[in-house]
Structure formats: C-alpha cells, structure tokens
C-alpha cells in the first residue's frame, strides 16, 4: 500500500505499525524493526511514520512496558532516517473514503471486516492505516486529499477483502 503511495512529487510519505500486544515477542520486535527498515531505506521522500498509540487502560504493566519499548525503537529508527515520527490514535471503525462509522460485518482468522453504508468492505487495521494518511494529507496537503481517496478507493476495488 506505501508504495502505492510514494510519488515522486509528493514529499511525504505515510506508514504505520501496528503494536501487537498480544504474542509479543523477541522475534516479533525483530523482524518489525528489520521490515520498517527496509520500508524507511526504500523511499527517498521524507518518511512520515504514524504509530496507532495504545489504550493503556486493561493492559498489564508488564506488556505495556514492552510496547512502550518498541515504540522507543521505532521512533529511533524513524529519525535516524531523517523521518518524522508521530503518535496518534486512530480509530479503523469509521470509513475511509465517507468517514461514518462502519459496522462489524465478518471476522476471519487474521482480519476483522467492517462494512460502511456506501458499500466499502474493509479490514479494520487497512483502514486504521488509511485514515493515518488522510489525517496527515489533511493537515499538511489539502489540496491533495480527493487524488488521495481517489488512490484509496482504487486500492479497496482492486484487492477485495471479502
Ligand atoms: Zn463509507
């Protein structure tokens, strides 16, 4: 999807991680970090990285701590690329492309479907990601946001979910 994104023109250039909580493991933060990377080398635009913030609220101290280390890493990782790095929480429940709240439609083994009014189908953490860009789009390149949802809705049409 990022690179789906990167344009040229554009001087930014949106990702986001998603922390999970449950499973976490050495290998897990491992390979998180060789992938951001990876994804933070491939791109010679200046790397916007949106990191979804936990809910500390229902979390045990222990796991939390850890989190907070990955999200220490990866804001490391992120500036020593030259990048900008922001945490912020973004919620996958509303659409996308018409911004109402979505239902829960299907939950298969690695995604959680919801369904909006206006048709769209789409995996909750797929969505979270969207959203993470136009937040950044709407605040830095207004003018850009219909070409963005544009990208998004071409995106959603050519790999459905369902
Ligand atoms: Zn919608």
Redesign the pocket.
């Known amino acids: 999807m990022f690179s789906r994104f990167h344009k040229a023109e554009h001087a930014w250039m949106v990702k986001c991680l998603y922390k999970r909580i449950r499973g976490f493991n050495i290998r897990y933060k491992r390979d998180l970090k060789e992938r951001l990377r990876r994804i933070l080398r491939s791109t010679n635009a200046i790397p916007i990285v949106v990191l979804d913030e936990i809910d500390p609220e229902g979390l045990r101290m222990t796991r939390l701590q850890k989190t907070i280390i990955v999200e220490r890493d990866v804001e490391n990782l992120v500036k020593f690329h030259g990048g900008v790095f922001i945490k912020k929480r973004v919620s996958g429940k509303y ?6 709240r ?1 239902r829960k439609y299907r939950r298969t083994k690695r995604l959680e479907l919801y369904k ?5 189908i789409i995996d909750k953490h797929t969505s979270t990601c969207y959203r993470a860009v136009l937040w950044i789009v709407v605040k830095h390149s207004p003018e850009l946001v219909q070409r963005v949802k544009e990208k998004i809705r071409e995106n959603i049409e050519n790999a459905p979910v369902h």
Do not use: E, I, R, T
């Open positions: 659409c996308p492309l018409c911004g109402k979505m909006c009014a206006c048709g769209v």
